[in-house]
């Protein structure tokens, strides 16, 4: 599996970034996805159906997100479509929270399926992954 990891410092508390990530409604702000429907939801687990963007292909996804530690980390993972799983971690700091996002994903198709990985859908997903970090900065520091 391909695994990506970036972070950046956010100048909020891990309670604010924490809850506006939680909120469903907000994922369209800060990933390329679009027509989120809510399939099942409890207080720790959401199950969701999404079109997610990369390089000009759109896919269905079933996705399923878990609150494991309230306000400390945040798992995601794609029941239906690719094969793709991450985790949000919130560590507090002295400005506000320090967002960590890390992305394990794997393509289908034995060697092609690396290939065109190296050649063009890992530089697509680090940039998904860099500009979710940027956009939830602007939105939870404005």
């Not at 099942?40 to 959401?46: C, P």
């Not at 798992?75 to 799983?85: A, F, I, N, R, S």
């Amino acid at each position: 599996m391909t695994r990506i990891e970036d972070s950046r410092e956010i100048n909020a508390p891990p309670e604010k970034v924490s809850q506006y990530m939680w909120n469903v409604n907000n994922l369209r702000n800060y990933l390329p996805i679009s027509d989120v429907e809510i399939l099942d939801r409890s207080e720790n687990v959401v199950k969701l159906r999404h079109k997610f963007r990369v390089r000009g292909r759109t896919m269905d996804l079933v996705c399923e997100h878990k609150m494991l530690e309230k306000n400390r980390k945040m798992v995601y993972k794609v029941t239906k479509g690719m094969k793709l799983e991450g985790t949000w971690l919130l560590e507090p700091t002295e400005k506000g929270t320090k967002l960590i996002n890390i992305l394990e994903y794997k393509l289908p198709g034995w060697i092609f399926g690396k290939i065109v990985d190296k050649l063009k859908i890992q530089k697509e997903m680090r940039r998904i992954c860099s500009e979710s970090l940027r956009t939830l900065k602007r939105i939870l520091e404005a």
